[in-house]
């Protein structure tokens, strides 16, 4: 290979890594957000150990990304072997452990969704009406996606404020405007005035299920993406390595 050749590689090497830091920096704050952000989904599941587990993946995988970048950005500028043949041991690494995540998420996705369940049960059955956190979060699925518990309506006949009230009380955040005008509260419980309470029949399974397929193309897409990448840099980084014969260590300051 050419010295012009060499030239370039070392730059594109360098222009890859700086957005593969940029990348990391991206994965640490979505698993941060995850973490932190009081108006998601994940606040409903934030008592499940493996959901914040896997936020803590994020952020490590965000920072190992960051710390990979870096080192990239050395090896491609300062032609340091030892750097770009770790640099490419780590991204195989990546890309491996990535497919592996995506095949056991694919074959234990009904474990996952069994999981999801029972977490959702959990968080209706002790629905107190103070307007928390979660029950904020848990409101604004319902209410936005028009749905009712997790597998349906019926899973609120368990919630221990319903079951002991003398009054006909339903989830505000279900009320079906199609069956019921009135001035209704968007959180808490709201009293019925027949045992059929006006709300929507159809369980958020089925809705974050059918927002999950509208969107993954987005979601494959992206994936793809990220590997196709990925693979660019083992290649730079490999050819780079290969084309590299004697590291300068004049160049090192002596003290």
């Given at each position: 290979?050419g010295?012009?050749?060499?030239?370039?590689?070392?730059?594109?090497?360098f222009?890859?890594n700086?957005?593969?830091?940029?990348?990391?920096?991206?994965?640490?704050?979505?698993?941060?957000?995850l973490?932190l952000?009081?108006q998601?989904?994940?606040?409903v599941?934030?008592n499940?150990?493996?959901?914040?587990?896997a936020?803590?993946?994020?952020?490590?995988?965000?920072?190992?990304?960051m710390l990979?970048g870096?080192?990239?950005?050395l090896?491609?500028i300062?032609?340091?072997?030892c750097?770009?043949?770790?640099?490419?041991?780590?991204l195989?690494?990546?890309?491996?452990a990535?497919?592996?995540?995506?095949?056991?998420?694919?074959?234990?996705?009904?474990?996952?969704?069994?999981?999801?369940?029972?977490?959702?049960?959990?968080?209706?059955?002790?629905?107190?009406?103070?307007?928390?956190?979660t029950?904020?979060?848990?409101?604004?699925?319902?209410?936005n996606?028009?749905?009712?518990?997790?597998?349906?309506?019926?899973?609120?006949t368990?919630?221990?404020?319903?079951?002991n009230?003398?009054?006909?009380?339903?989830p505000?955040?279900c009320?079906?405007?199609s069956?019921?005008n009135?001035?209704?509260?968007?959180s808490?419980?709201c009293?019925?005035?027949?045992?059929?309470?006006?709300?929507?029949?159809?369980g958020?399974?089925?809705s974050?299920?059918?927002?999950?397929?509208?969107?993954?193309g987005?979601?494959?897409?992206?994936?793809?993406?990220?590997?196709?990448?990925?693979?660019l840099?083992?290649?730079?980084?490999?050819?780079?390595c290969?084309?590299?014969?004697?590291e300068?260590?004049t160049?090192?300051p002596?003290?």
């Amino acid at each position: 290979m050419g010295k012009g050749c060499i030239t370039a590689t070392k730059y594109f090497l360098f222009l890859f890594n700086l957005i593969f830091f940029l990348f990391g920096v991206v994965i640490m704050g979505f698993g941060l957000w995850l973490l932190l952000d009081s108006q998601s989904f994940i606040v409903v599941l934030s008592n499940s150990t493996p959901v914040k587990v896997a936020c803590y993946i994020l952020i490590g995988v965000g920072a190992f990304s960051m710390l990979m970048g870096f080192l990239g950005c050395l090896g491609a500028i300062y032609e340091i072997r030892c750097l770009l043949g770790l640099y490419f041991t780590c991204l195989l690494l990546i890309l491996a452990a990535q497919i592996t995540a995506g095949v056991l998420i694919y074959y234990q996705k009904d474990v996952l969704n069994e999981e999801m369940s029972k977490i959702v049960t959990k968080v209706l059955d002790n629905y107190p009406g103070n307007n928390s956190t979660t029950e904020q979060a848990w409101d604004f699925i319902q209410r936005n996606m028009k749905c009712c518990g997790w597998s349906g309506r019926l899973d609120w006949t368990d919630n221990m404020v319903i079951v002991n009230s003398s009054q006909l009380l339903f989830p505000c955040s279900c009320h079906n405007t199609s069956l019921a005008n009135g001035n209704f509260s968007d959180s808490g419980f709201c009293e019925a005035h027949t045992p059929d309470w006006p709300v929507y029949d159809g369980g958020c399974a089925d809705s974050v299920e059918n927002w999950i397929l509208t969107n993954i193309g987005v979601v494959l897409g992206i994936c793809l993406g990220v590997a196709l990448v990925e693979l660019l840099g083992m290649i730079l980084s490999l050819c780079l390595c290969k084309n590299i014969h004697v590291e300068e260590y004049t160049k090192v300051p002596k003290y």
